[in-house]
């Protein structure tokens, strides 16, 4: 079994700033990329950030200079540092991993069950 948990959300006022952190446990052999999707209330998953086991990042415009994804390959954990947020960053924030299981013989992409961030104006 392979799990994803994150953790760092919680409220804090436009302008701020939130630290979320995923640690990717269980029968892992590897990890090829992580990162970070959000979901607003009334509104699909949409793309954050990733970044791949060699460190190439890849951001969604709306948070390009304002939001960090790095990772710690000896940790299977990625973080997301998050400035000058805005209200509109207001959703739940989800993990995402492709792992190789030990059990397996590909990569599949795994899930956390999310962390609700939120802004206030």
């Known amino acids: 079994q392979v799990q994803l948990v994150e953790s760092g959300g919680g409220l804090v006022q436009a302008g701020g700033s939130l630290r979320l952190s995923c640690v990717a446990s269980?029968?892992?052999?590897?990890?090829?990329?992580m990162g970070w999707y959000r979901q607003a209330p009334g509104k699909q998953r949409e793309l954050v950030t990733t970044?791949?086991?060699?460190?190439?990042?890849n951001y969604a415009d709306s948070v390009k200079g304002r939001f960090t994804i790095s990772r710690d390959n000896a940790k299977n954990t990625v973080y997301l540092q998050m400035n000058s947020l805005k209200p509109e960053d207001t959703a739940v924030y989800y993990c995402?991993?492709?792992?190789?299981?030990?059990?397996?013989?590909?990569?599949?992409?795994?899930w956390g069950r999310g962390t609700q961030v939120t802004v206030s104006s």
């Open positions: 995402n991993a492709d792992v190789k299981p030990l059990y397996d013989f590909q990569y599949r992409s795994y």
């Open positions: 970044i791949t086991s060699g460190g190439i990042t």
């Open positions: 269980g029968s892992i052999l590897n990890i090829n990329a």
